[in-house]
C-alpha cells in the first residue's frame, strides 16, 4: 500500500508534554494537508502545504501548534505544552495541485492527554 | 467567513429506500465538491466528487447534485443498503484560499433492516 501514512497511530501523553508527529504523503502529491477530528465531527482544517510552502494555519489554531515540511515530502505536526483538549485524532491527507484533486487521508494518528 | 454547512446530522432509513444529505457553502468561487465516507475507525474515503461545470453526477447508486445560484448541493443513495451505513462528509474548496478543502460536520447514516 503507498497510500498516506501516519506514525505513530497511537499517543498518550501527559498534560504539558510536548508532542509531535509524522505524515507521509503519496509520493507524487504536492499538497499535503493536517485536519483534526474529534468523535462526531468533521475533519476541521489546521493547516496546509504546497510543497513545501505553508499556505495557511488555522486562525482557531493557537502558537502552541507547528507544522513543517522541509523538502516537500514528509511533514511533521507538534503540538507544544499539550492540553486535555488537544486529545483528538490528527488526519493527515495529501493531494496533487489543481481543481478537483482528491485528497487522500492516512490512517491518523490518536492523541489522548491525561 | 468560510464554512460548509451538512443536514442531517443523524438520517436513519429503511434498506432499500433512498437517503439524501445536503450541504451549504459560503464561497461563492468554490469550484469542487467532493464527499466522503467514514466507517468506524476508518480513515475518510471519496465516494464522488463535482465540479462546478456541471449539475450532476452519477456512480452506480450515488449521486451528487450541484445548485450554483443557490450554492448548495446533496448526496443522494438510492436502494440503500446495510454497508452504506457510516458517516457522510461534505467538503468544499475555498478558491481565495488556494483550492484549500474543508468539510461539514457531517451525517451518520442508519441502514434500517
Known amino acids: 500500500d503507498t497510500g498516506v501514512s501516519q506514525d505513530p497511530r497511537h499517543k498518550i501523553t501527559k498534560r504539558g508534554q510536548n508532542v509531535t508527529f509524522r505524515c507521509d504523503p503519496i509520493s507524487e502529491h504536492n499538497r499535503l494537508y493536517w485536519y483534526r477530528q474529534t468523535l462526531g465531527q468533521g475533519p476541521e482544517f489546521l493547516t496546509y502545504f504546497q510543497n513545501e510552502a505553508q499556505l495557511e494555519k488555522s486562525r482557531l489554531l493557537s502558537d502552541r501548534f507547528s507544522a513543517e515540511r522541509p523538502k516537500g515530502s514528509f511533514s511533521t505536526l507538534e503540538i507544544q505544552r499539550t492540553e486535555q483538549g488537544d486529545s483528538a485524532m490528527y488526519l493527515c491527507?495529501?493531494?496533487?495541485?489543481?481543481?478537483?484533486?482528491?485528497?487522500?487521508f492516512g490512517n491518523g494518528t490518536r492523541l489522548t492527554v491525561t | 467567513g468560510e464554512n460548509v454547512e451538512q443536514h442531517p446530522s443523524t438520517l436513519s432509513v429503511q434498506e432499500g429506500d433512498s437517503a439524501v444529505i445536503k450541504c451549504t457553502y459560503s464561497d461563492s468561487a468554490s469550484n469542487y465538491f467532493p464527499w466522503y465516507k467514514q466507517e468506524l475507525g476508518k480513515r475518510p474515503q471519496l465516494i464522488i466528487d463535482i465540479r462546478s461545470n456541471v449539475g450532476e453526477k452519477k456512480d452506480q447508486r450515488i449521486a451528487v447534485t450541484l445548485n450554483k445560484t443557490a450554492k448548495h448541493f446533496s448526496l443522494h443513495i438510492t436502494e440503500t443498503q446495510p454497508e452504506d451505513s457510516a458517516v457522510y462528509f461534505c467538503a468544499a474548496s475555498i478558491r481565495r484560499r488556494d483550492d484549500k478543502i474543508i468539510f461539514g460536520k457531517g451525517t451518520r447514516l442508519h441502514i434500517l433492516p
Open positions: 491527507a495529501s493531494s496533487q495541485t489543481g481543481i478537483g484533486s482528491p485528497l487522500h
